[in-house]
């Protein structure tokens, strides 16, 4: 008796894993992708206002606001794909490490949290005071922080008002703070 039901729990169980299994591929069939040269058409992925190899080279091509956020959004990608190289490489280490030198990683990993918590702060702050867009980088050296250029520039004004922001959310006095506009 005790045989047969322990069969009966098996087949249950065996017939609700085909089910989902069965289920799962009806679903996913009805999302597949279309062919990859339909999928990778350059009409869809370069948009109008980007320069495609070939056309002419002429400036009229690009548009300036796009290329200010191509760079913001290039710069970001870049810092990310770093520290995420950077972090990986730490948990590594102390994968393969003992104690003392998984203090010393534990440590690097903050400073590495801390630094990109600083950095998105600054940024959202100087965003919020009515600047189109910035990245701050933090390095040794001190602060970087890159800010899309207004009308008429960035004046003596807006440099006090970024530079303020980066003192109060950061260890930097003046001298180590570099304000970069970008066109």
Do not use: H
């Not at 300036?64 to 730490?90: I, K, M, N, W």
């Not at 030198?101 to 440590?107: D, F, G, H, K, V």
């Amino acid at each position: 008796m005790k045989r047969w039901k322990k069969n009966l729990v098996a087949g249950a169980v065996l017939m609700t894993v085909c089910a989902g299994i069965y289920v799962n591929w009806l679903y996913t069939e009805e999302q597949s992708v279309a062919n990859l040269t339909d999928t990778l058409n350059s009409d869809k992925l370069l948009s109008s206002d980007l320069m495609v190899m070939g056309e002419d080279a002429g400036a009229d091509n690009l548009n300036s606001e796009t290329t200010v956020t191509d760079y913001f959004a290039a710069v970001r990608l870049s810092r990310q794909q770093a520290r995420d190289s950077a972090v990986g490489l730490l948990q590594e280490a102390m994968a393969y490490s003992d104690t003392a030198e998984n203090t010393q990683n534990n440590a690097k990993l903050e400073s590495i949290v801390g630094t990109a918590l600083c950095e998105a702060q600054i940024e959202s702050l100087v965003i919020a005071k009515g600047y189109t867009d910035c990245v701050a980088y933090i390095s040794d050296d001190g602060i970087s922080v890159a800010v899309a250029a207004p009308e008429g520039g960035l004046v003596q004004k807006d440099v006090a008002v970024i530079a303020d922001i980066v003192m109060t959310q950061s260890e930097y006095g003046l001298e180590n703070i570099r304000v970069v506009e970008v066109q």
